[in-house]
Structures are given as C-alpha cells and as structure tokens.
C-alpha cells in the first residue's frame, strides 16, 4: 500500500521568512495530493491541492510542486505569518471513486514574531 | 455554517463500555470517512461508506463498527473500549461526482477511564 513521508517534523521560521514541507510517496498510482492544515482541537482543512497531470499549484502565498519522477511534492508558504503556526498534513491517493487519503507525519510549523 | 459536525466534542467513557460517536453533515456528499489520530499523529483512515456501502480497511480492528442510516448521518461505535481507544475521531465527507476534496470534521475526542 501507499507510504507517505514527510518532512521536517518541526519547522521554526521568524515571520515574513518562506517555509518549505517536503514529502515523497511509494506508489506511482497515486493522483492526487492535498495538504491539511491542522490547528489545535480541530479538524484537518485543506490549503491546496494537486493532482498528477499538473506540476505546480498557487494560491496566494501558498504554492505546491510535484514532481511525479522522483514521487515527491513540496508545501511552499511565502511571507509566513503567525497564523501560519499550525501542523500541517500531506497527503496522497488516488483521486478515483472514494478518496483514501494516506497522511505523512505532521509537520509542526512555527512562525517566531 | 458548520458543515461537518461531530458530536459530542468530548466523550468520556469506561474501559469495555460501548460508545458512539456521531457525525453529521450539510453537504449532501454520498462518501463518509472515519479516521482515528492519536495524540501527535497523522490521521490513520477506519472506515469509509460511499452511499450504503461500507468499506473497511484491512487492518480496523473488529472492535470499531459504522452505522449510516441516511445521506446526512454516520456513527462510529467501539463495542469495548481499551485504553488504546484514547484518540481523536475525525469525520469527513467528499464528493465522487465531481472530484471534490474531504471536508473534516472538528472531531470526538475520546477518553477511556
């Protein structure tokens, strides 16, 4: 089955720097990779999303990159600021019929003032 | 405008005496998941409907079962609850028809004295 590592598992930057979440996936039928964002005593909320025919994503200050080659893709928040301080969730399946989302570690991202 | 909602927020309960869980939603999505986190972890997937049909992943233990009796509703009931059981439980709900991604829920989280 599919195994999802991510990385690092705490992430320390001062605000206005970027952060970068790194992850990688065993199986190459895997379509699609949304990542969570997961604040204290609540549920995980998508932040962006990428599906396999598509190598970049942006959302404001938040982009994806996937590169299906090496099966890994990467969380890229720009400008960072104290609400960014969370953990955050890749993830990975097949976007086919019902989603079973396969999660990495966690990242514990902090944003220092 | 909570779409996902659990109930209860906090649910306490005795080793070995059943309990439910409950999840509800807004969103008229025809697939409803159950993940288990425990404390510092990433979500693990238990159980999915899509519609009527259930789907159990292969390594759920017996001890967790699901109840869907309508669009709207899904139960998660753990017949005899080990200490192990201590977790959040997290619903979520998706679309198949149009791709959608899964909307989680704020979670249970369940304590066993």
């Known amino acids: 089955g599919e195994n999802v590592e991510q990385h690092p598992s705490t992430l320390s930057v001062q605000e206005g720097d970027s952060a970068v979440i790194k992850c990688t996936y065993s199986?190459?039928?895997?379509?699609?990779f949304p990542w969570y964002k997961q604040e204290l005593g609540k549920g995980p909320q998508l932040i962006i999303d990428i599906r396999s025919n598509v190598g970049e994503k942006k959302d404001q200050r938040i982009a994806v990159t996937l590169n299906k080659t090496a099966k890994h893709f990467s969380l890229h928040i720009t400008e960072t600021q104290p609400e960014d301080s969370a953990v955050y969730f890749c993830a990975a399946s097949m976007f086919q019929g019902a989603q079973k989302l396969v999660f990495g570690q966690g990242t514990r991202l902090t944003i220092n003032p | 405008d909570a779409m996902v909602i659990q109930n209860p927020r906090y649910q306490v309960t005795q080793f070995g005496k059943p309990v439910t869980l409950s999840c509800s939603q807004t969103?008229?999505?025809?697939?409803m998941y159950w993940y288990q986190q425990k404390s510092s972890q990433a979500p693990k997937l238990l159980f999915h409907?899509?519609?009527?049909?259930?789907?159990n992943e292969a390594d759920t233990p017996d001890n967790f079962q699901s109840r869907r009796p309508n669009t709207s509703f899904c139960f998660l009931d753990i017949r005899s609850p080990g200490l192990g059981d201590a977790a959040m439980y997290l619903c979520?709900?998706?679309?198949?028809?149009?791709?959608?991604?899964?909307?989680f829920g704020d979670g249970t989280r369940l304590s066993i004295l």
């Open positions: 979520a709900t998706s679309r198949i028809h149009d791709n959608q991604p899964q909307h």
């Open positions: 969103l008229n999505h025809n697939v």
């Open positions: 199986d190459s039928a895997s379509n699609y």
């Open positions: 409907y899509y519609d009527k049909d259930f789907n």
